[in-house]
């Protein structure tokens, strides 16, 4: 079971914020949304995870990661994680507490 004491990662939540340039289009800008504590495990399961792309006849490999961090609201699949200069596309995010101390974060990271 997972405790407090787990959580010894610093990591920002981030959000995108979409906004005209006055010209006809649009910037993306990220911003910090949530900055928490987190237990960050690598996810090697390659069946449900773990994948190799080929681009260009080079194999490159995709990194799954696992964050859990205490229960928060309003964090989705449209946020990214930035930890140790690394950044997490989040994939999916897994309530899998039912007294909501805990919520799961299933992450790539961008190469």
Same mark, same amino acid.
């Given at each position: ?20 340039? =006055? ?17 960050? *495990?690598?996810?090697?399961? *390659? ?15 995709? =990194? ?7 229960y928060r609201d309003g964090?989705? =699949? ?34």
């Amino acid at each position: 079971m997972l405790k407090t004491t787990d959580l010894k990662k610093l990591i920002v939540i981030e959000e995108q914020e979409v906004y005209s340039d =006055n010209i006809g289009g649009y910037k993306q800008n990220w911003f910090s949304k949530f900055v928490v504590w987190a237990q960050c *495990k690598p996810l090697y399961n *390659k069946k449900q995870f773990g994948h190799e792309i080929a681009i260009s006849k080079q194999l490159n490999s995709v =990194n799954y990661y696992e964050f859990c961090i205490r229960y928060r609201d309003g964090i989705t =699949n449209k946020m990214r994680i930035r930890s140790d200069k690394k950044i997490f596309n989040i994939i999916k995010v897994v309530d899998f507490d039912p007294e909501k101390k805990f919520i799961e974060l299933i992450a790539q990271e961008i190469i």
